[in-house]
């Protein structure tokens, strides 16, 4: 369950928005309008921000951590259809006018934390705010984008260039060259066997671009990564950085 963490008095609510790069990129303004009613959480991994099917009450914009967006089959086989962190925010079928959600929203291979704002505070404010309204609107068709990627990815290519890509979506959002991923979690992101996760990641280390041990991948040579990703990987990145930053 997520753990709220109060805001010290003797901070500025404006300060409380800079680990998230969306709201770092909101116009003074914008921001103003949204601070009072940002608290800040705190997920475990493995925590639920979602479930499908669920109201959205509430929406997080992430400063730490990954969130992934899992789509189910038969309510028991569950596959990675997106990730985001530090970029975005959960709850954006809320804009969309869908006030439940779609997906289960978990958090995977580290620990998060988040700014959390109420549904009802956050719609009145993009009723009173058209660049707001457009800021989060642009975030959600980016990451509509990444999620046609994924469909495409899982369609026209090889594991091992599927893989590459989701490692390199974990690599932006973890900061960090060591990534907790287990076969587990290449499983939902690759819906494929344990022995087939075994050999593409001996394929991507025979390419010196990643070391595997156990429950962990360290990257090697991004550069190596993105070369076997190819086309997978880059189209979303570039239209963040086209339209938010």
Known sequence: MATIVPISGDVSPLIQTRGNRLLAALSRD??????????????????????????????????????????????DRRYAVGLLGAEGFVGWPLLMGDDRSPYDVTMRAEAGRALRIPADKLLAAIEQSATLRTTLLRFTHVFMLQMGRTIVSSLAHSIERRMARWILLYHDRVRADEICMTHEEFRLMLGVRRSSVTDALHRLEEEQAIRAVRAKVLVVDRAKLMALAGDTYGLPEQEYARLLE
């Open 30 to 75: 914008d921001a103003a309008m949204i601070s009072p009613y940002l608290e800040p959480v705190s997920f475990a991994v493995g925590d639920y921000i979602t479930r499908a099917g669920a109201p959205i009450e509430s929406l997080c914009f992430f400063e730490q951590g990954i969130a992934g967006v899992l789509d189910s089959l038969d309510n």
